[in-house]
């Protein structure tokens, strides 16, 4: 079965950019799809198909996919941005999530 | 407004059975497939199953593939799971999800009901 990884963990200053990695198997190849969680909160989506925003989620989230890691990167870092994060993908009629990347902003 | 309501967690004897609910609105149940979704305490999300349209076609993780049975209610714009031979391992909060129509991505959650499996 498939399987993405992902760092448990990320820092970023204030204001800063951060990048968040999801690596798989040709993962390029795949559409990936990112959630933020908050604590105590259901996660919601804040990228689709590689780059795509929904409707409400600030620009300074973007996305990129290509080769073995795919990248949800965060413009410049606040303070309400510290969350889980967690990239998925669609593998043979299953839904494959990484284990997530705890983002602290400093 | 979307709106995915969860409900019948609980406080479960190992080996007993669930029932879970996920009352749907703001949008046309029926077009859409939905999911269950869970995350144990401090870990990570993990997908369970998923049903089409009609509830002709379901999807399992063999984590619960013969334990869980996933079914739905288009009249009455509901989402089921039947939970049993529950065990220590399936104390998570449960999520029910919308998913997209080209069956990609969740595009809305619900909150969450919490099972607890303990004796």
């Known amino acids: 079965s498939y399987e993405v990884t992902q760092s448990l963990s990320v820092s970023v200053a204030l204001g800063q950019p951060a990048r968040i990695t999801c690596g798989g198997d040709?993962?390029?190849?795949?559409?990936v799809h990112w959630y933020q969680q908050k604590a105590g909160q259901a996660p919601v989506l804040v990228i689709y198909?590689?780059?795509n925003r929904p409707s409400g989620i600030p620009e300074r989230f973007s996305g990129s996919n290509s080769g073995n890691t795919a990248t949800l990167t965060i413009s410049t870092a606040q303070v309400g941005d510290e969350a889980g994060y967690f990239c998925?993908?669609?593998?043979?009629?299953?839904?494959?999530f990484g284990g997530g990347t705890k983002l602290t902003v400093l | 407004q979307v709106q995915l309501v969860e409900s019948g967690g609980g406080l479960v004897k190992p080996g007993g059975s669930l029932r879970l609910s996920c009352a749907a609105s703001?949008?046309?149940?029926?077009?859409?497939?939905v999911s269950w979704i869970r995350q144990a305490p401090g870990k990570g999300l993990e997908w369970l199953s998923y049903?089409?349209?009609?509830?002709?076609?379901?999807y399992y993780a063999d984590s619960v593939k013969g334990r869980f049975t996933i079914s739905r209610d288009n009249a009455k714009n509901s989402l089921f799971l039947q939970m049993s031979s529950l065990s220590a391992e399936d104390t998570a909060v449960y999520y029910c999800?919308?998913?997209?129509?080209?069956?990609?991505?969740?595009?809305?959650w619900g909150q969450g009901t919490l099972v607890t499996v303990s004796s």
């Open positions: 999800a919308r998913v997209d129509t080209a069956i990609e991505y969740f595009d809305s």
């Open positions: 703001g949008f046309t149940f029926s077009d859409y497939y």
């Open positions: 049903i089409s349209r009609s509830g002709s076609s379901t």
């Open positions: 040709n993962i390029g190849g795949k559409n």
């Open positions: 198909r590689d780059y």
């Open positions: 998925q993908v669609w593998d043979s009629n299953t839904a494959v």
